[in-house]
């Protein structure tokens, strides 16, 4: 009976995560493919020389709308992070709220 109540709550401590993961009303799934758009604009932004990753901030929803915020030293780091957000695979649409200071 140790052995079953032990192994109950290791799986219930590993799937806890999970669930408060979805617990605003999206499948996990969803969320985990969000996560996953995210970190691959990002990944992109790290790899551009123009556009700095640390500086601009990526968030996706569900429907794979990309919104970026923070600051660009030019308009061209700018334009260069929405060109770079949209052309991220599962991406439907780019929302600049970019400050170039």
């Known amino acids: 009976m140790k052995l079953n ?5 290791i799986i219930g401590a590993l799937a ?7 617990a605003d009303g999206d499948p996990v799934s969803t969320k985990l493919s969000d996560t996953v758009i995210t970190a691959k604009v990002k990944a992109e932004f790290a790899k551009d ?3 700095s990753a640390s500086n601009i901030k990526v968030e996706t929803d569900s429907e794979g709308l990309v919104q970026l915020s923070g600051i660009a ?3 061209a780091e700018a334009d260069k992070a929405v060109t770079i957000a ?3 695979k599962g991406v439907t649409a780019v ?3 970019v400050v170039v200071k």
Do not use: E, H, I, T
Not at 5 to 9: A, D, E, H, I, P
Not at 16 to 22: E, G, I, R, Y
């Open 16 to 22: 806890m995560p999970l669930s408060v993961f979805a």
């Open 86 to 88: 949209k052309s991220v």
């Open 5 to 9: 109540l032990k192994n109950l709550f």
């Open 73 to 75: 030293k030019s308009q």
């Open 95 to 97: 929302k600049s709220d």
């Open 49 to 51: 020389k123009l556009v």
